[in-house]
Nanobody
Framework: QVQLVESGVGLVQPGGSLRLSCAAS????????MRWYRQAPGKEREWVAV????????KYADSVKGRFTISRDNAENALYLQMNSLKPEDTAVYYC?????????WGQGTQVTVSS
């Protein structure tokens, strides 16, 4: 079955960097676009970034544009999110996501806390 497992949980100071990973299995990873979402305490889950199956198109939410970079390694079935210049408002649980035939699959999420 489809499995997505995020890693990279961390506490980082404002201005710092962190790299999240998502290990995918149970589907042909190289055939699907992938997304990162996040959910801050008391807020709705929000979309962060998307990457196409071949990495030719990447898009970002305005709140992270210029600071975050989404990437993937199809040989390793892995999705990444490089987060730089982190702000306290980036504190959230981060999820990777794939839409397969209009069904959403989610990982368990990984906590990112930005605090001094």
């Amino acid at each position: 079955q489809v499995q997505l497992v995020e890693s990279g949980v961390g506490l980082v100071q404002p201005g710092g960097s962190l790299r999240l990973s998502c290990a995918a299995s149970g589907f042909t990873f190289s055939n699907y676009g992938m997304r990162w979402y996040r959910q801050a305490p008391g807020k709705e889950r929000e979309w962060v970034a998307v990457i196409t199956s071949t990495s030719n198109i990447k898009k970002y939410a305005d709140s992270v544009k210029g600071r975050f970079t989404i990437s993937r390694d199809n040989a390793e079935n892995a999705l990444y999110l490089q987060m730089n210049s982190l702000k306290p408002e980036d504190t959230a649980v981060y999820y990777c996501n794939v839409d397969i035939f209009r069904r959403d699959y989610w990982g368990q999420g990984t906590q990112v806390t930005v605090s001094s």
